[in-house]
């Protein structure tokens, strides 16, 4: 299986955020809980859903990244959109990435 | 389910009839449109109230010269976003002038509520989770409109 | 400008109280995300790429100077100090927090604004001619009809679930530059034989995965009868629109399956039944709304101030500007002045909240307080004196918000693309950037004359690729960016889908080849040939081959 991470939009303010492995959600991919097995994966998923059920987040889905040296990025360039912010305003950069 | 009538949740007198089970000689029920249109003679000597449903695809002309036969009329909301049936009640008030019970039934939620009623639904078949009581605080959330519509004779 | 009325008014603060409380039940956990997603759309609210996006209302795209001061707080109070100008003349918020919104729509109710119908499957913020009633061709003022419209289609009990969105368009003026032909339904305002005020009606245009022109169902309809032929067809519209498959389901696919000539019997059968009821407003209303357009109280100034020309030949800047970016108004001695929102190497339509003071301010102090969206994403000051553009031109140059490049090559519409639009297949506003800074030098775009690139980040066309004189489409094609090139595009009187002239190609590439399509352009122009001309003339074969050539 490829490497992944959850990711969902925060309910009150829309905002980006990934699963950790203390089972909280946070704005930064680095903080995120990386998936290598299915079980590992269905089980965060579920518990994605019942935090959407508890209106924390909502439309929470698997997002594949890649290691690229001491970073992991998301394959899809969309998802790497999401992970810094728009590329037209680096003014707004959520994190700075390599 | 629990029915809405002016403004009350009210206990509902009538049957959907599905169309296998035999009419019984008793009762108030509501038939399809295919039901009424291979039985309509049967229907139309039984000595009881008779509704009708139609499919959100079914329009208003197509029983628009029975009026006459029904004391009320289910239009069908399959998903909340087909909506069709608030053509086919516009017509119904409208154009044909029927006055008698316009039930919606179907995915019938509370934030259609309004749009249903200024169509000119009397009654409603609430399918939404909350409690029904809660929902009819939706008939009043807005009283400033700009269109003339649903006017049918509602006082 | 239009101004509330007390029942105006309830019904957009009972709007509001009604999505607080939608919200309240959102963030309580009372309505879940699919139950919920319908209504904040029905509101403008969207969940994009990084946030929300709140789509604000500027009907038929006028804004008075409080209103847009209005959009300056809102922007730096609940959001990131600015907001995107619109292709239908709406503003976009790209940073609003859910819990926030209500408040968001409370202040905007204040001022006599609201997000209604900017989503959904409804009859959408209905757009007109950002130049009504001060052009000098103009025929009739569109914005009165535009209003009719709006307030019809407002919050329309039948009208709500439409199988697909819907959108109106109105010009009052031969030249379209509210592209009506490419909206469901667009409305040209006519005089007949007998002095009358009517419409022809053009039905089933549109972008999107099937570009189509409109075509005209009626060629005249009397004024008094609009609200009932809308009603009809959109009734007819609404009963038989499919509802099976979302790509088929805009009326423009009605209109392709039945025949234009059967869905104009149908219109007309359901109008007769319907056009003596109470459906059509009174003459009064209509009277009663165009007092609210009625003319300024402008001065009687003579046709040209000799102390204008003198600065405009003392200042070779300012006259470019003068040229580029004014035109006459219909009362003598005043100007319509373009605000380009396309600075080079900006990004287009975007506005800071100190641009849109700046805006509000010269609005306030030159031009009655009013300002006009065009749908090419740039702002208007519609009537302003002459003898004042010089100190509006200082103070717009202050604010970058002077470059003088109306109609040329950087006056770039682009849609959000994937830098927002949780849609996209590829990114739009870095592209526009791109094309603009190879462009920057004005001499050129001048010589190279009136030309629109559009740009949409995916099929959706927000950009209005299709009608682009050259368009450009974002694709996917294994996670790169590439993008379809159409050539001959045309949004006006003369409306046509461009063409597709190849394969898409890749992002790095897009630039120069634009770039080879220009000089195509440049070498074959007859004298004063304006690029769509041209094309129009040659065909698309000479683009095309210079198009594909590699160095
Ligand atoms: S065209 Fe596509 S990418 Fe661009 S704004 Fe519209 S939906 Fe988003």
Redesign the pocket.
């Known amino acids: 299986m490829e490497t992944k991470v959850i990711s969902a939009n925060r309910l009150e303010d829309g905002i980006v955020v990934y699963i950790t492995k203390d089972n909280n959600w946070s704005e930064c991919i680095s903080d995120a809980e990386v998936f290598n097995d299915e079980a590992a994966c269905d089980e965060a998923l579920s518990k994605a859903y019942t935090a959407e059920e508890a209106c924390i987040v909502v439309g929470s889905y698997l997002v594949e990244i890649e290691q690229k040296g001491v970073y992991y990025n998301p394959t899809k360039y969309r998802e790497f959109i999401r992970v810094i912010g728009p590329t037209v305003r680096p003014d707004l950069a959520r994190q700075a990435r390599s | 389910m629990s029915l809405i009538k002016n403004n009350i949740i009210i206990r509902d007198s009538w049957n959907h009839l599905d169309d296998d089970t035999p009419l019984s000689a008793e009762g108030k029920v509501i038939v399809s449109l295919k039901r009424w249109q291979s039985e309509r003679k049967l229907l139309m000597e039984r000595q009881e109230p008779l509704g009708i449903r139609l499919k959100s695809a079914e329009g208003a002309e197509m029983i628009s010269d029975d009026l006459a036969h029904f004391d009320l009329i289910a239009l069908e909301f399959p998903i909340f976003k087909d909506g069709r049936s608030y053509s086919t009640a516009r017509m119904l008030r409208e154009r044909y002038h029927y006055k008698g019970e316009l039930r919606a039934v179907g995915e019938v939620l509370r934030d259609q509520l309004q749009f249903m009623l200024r169509c000119g639904f009397d009654a409603f078949e609430y399918a939404g989770k909350t409690i029904p009581e809660e929902a009819i605080s939706a008939f009043v959330e807005m009283d400033k409109f700009y269109q003339t519509v649903g006017d049918w004779g509602r006082t | 400008m239009y101004v509330y009325n007390l029942v105006d008014q309830s019904l957009v603060n009972q709007r509001v109280q009604q999505f607080r409380d939608q919200v309240r039940r959102r963030l309580s956990g009372e309505l879940n995300e699919e139950e919920f997603k319908p209504l904040r759309l029905m509101n403008g609210l969207y969940l994009q790429l990084h946030a929300y996006m709140l789509r604000v209302a500027i009907p038929y795209g006028t804004l008075s100077s409080k209103q847009m001061r209005a959009l300056a707080h809102i922007a730096v109070r609940y959001d990131k100090g600015y907001g995107h100008f619109t292709t239908r003349q709406n503003l976009q918020f790209n940073w609003p927090k859910l819990k926030e919104t209500p408040d968001i729509l409370a202040d905007l109710a204040d001022v006599q604004m609201h997000a209604f119908q900017t989503s959904g499957n409804c009859i959408r913020n209905v757009t007109a001619d950002q130049y009504a009633g001060v052009a000098v061709e103009e025929i009739a003022d569109p914005r009165i009809t535009a209003e009719v419209v709006r307030q019809w289609s407002t919050l329309h009990p039948e009208f709500s679930f439409l199988p697909r969105k819907f959108k109106i368009a109105v010009t009052g003026s031969k030249r379209d530059r509210a592209a009506v032909r490419v909206h469901d339904i667009g409305l040209i305002i006519k005089i007949n034989e007998a002095g009358e005020m009517g419409y022809e009606v053009i039905v089933g245009g549109g972008l999107g995965r099937t570009p189509i022109v409109g075509v005209t169902i009626r060629e005249f309809l009397p004024q008094q009868c609009l609200l009932s032929y809308l009603e009809s067809i959109l009734r007819i519209y609404n009963q038989i629109g499919r509802r099976d498959n979302i790509y088929k389901a805009r009326i423009k696919i009605v209109i392709h399956e039945l025949g234009a000539k059967e869905f104009t019997r149908r219109v007309e059968k359901e109008w007769k039944t319907i056009r003596d009821t109470a459906i059509d407003l009174p003459v009064g209303e209509y009277e009663r709304i165009r007092a609210f357009f009625a003319p300024l109280p402008y001065q009687s100034l003579p046709k040209n101030d000799a102390g204008f020309s003198h600065l405009k030949f003392e200042n070779q800047d300012f006259s470019h500007w003068v040229r580029g970016n004014t035109l006459p108004h219909r009362q003598s001695g005043y100007s319509i002045a373009n605000i380009s929102l396309k600075p080079i190497g900006g990004i287009p339509g975007d506005a800071s909240a100190k641009q849109m003071e700046v805006v509000a301010d010269l609005a306030e102090k030159f031009s009655f307080g009013e300002i006009r969206v065009a749908h090419e994403q740039n702002l208007v000051l519609p009537h302003v004196k002459q003898t004042d553009l010089y100190s509006i031109w200082n103070t717009l140059k202050e604010h970058n918000l002077a470059t003088p490049n109306l109609g040329l090559i950087s006056d770039i519409i682009a ?4 830098d927002y ?1 949780s ?3 590829a990114r ?1 506003i870095p592209l526009a950037q791109d094309i603009s800074n190879r462009f920057s030098n004005l001499r050129r775009q001048n010589d190279i004359g009136e030309l629109s690139v559009n740009i ?8 209005h690729h299709h009608v682009g004189h050259i368009g450009l489409l ?1 694709v996917d094609r294994k996670g790169e960016e590439y993008y379809q090139v159409t050539i001959g595009g045309s949004a006006d009187e003369n409306a046509s889908i461009g063409e597709i002239i190849g394969p898409a190609i890749p992002y790095d590439e897009v630039v120069d080849a634009i770039e080879r399509v220009v000089e195509t352009y440049v070498d074959l122009r007859a004298k004063n040939e304006s690029f769509i001309d041209a094309y129009r003339r040659v065909g698309k074969q000479p683009f095309k081959e210079n198009l594909y050539v590699t160095n």
């Open positions: 849609c959000p693309g994937m639009c849609l996209a297949t739009s949409s980040g995916c099929i959706n066309a927000c950009g974002g």
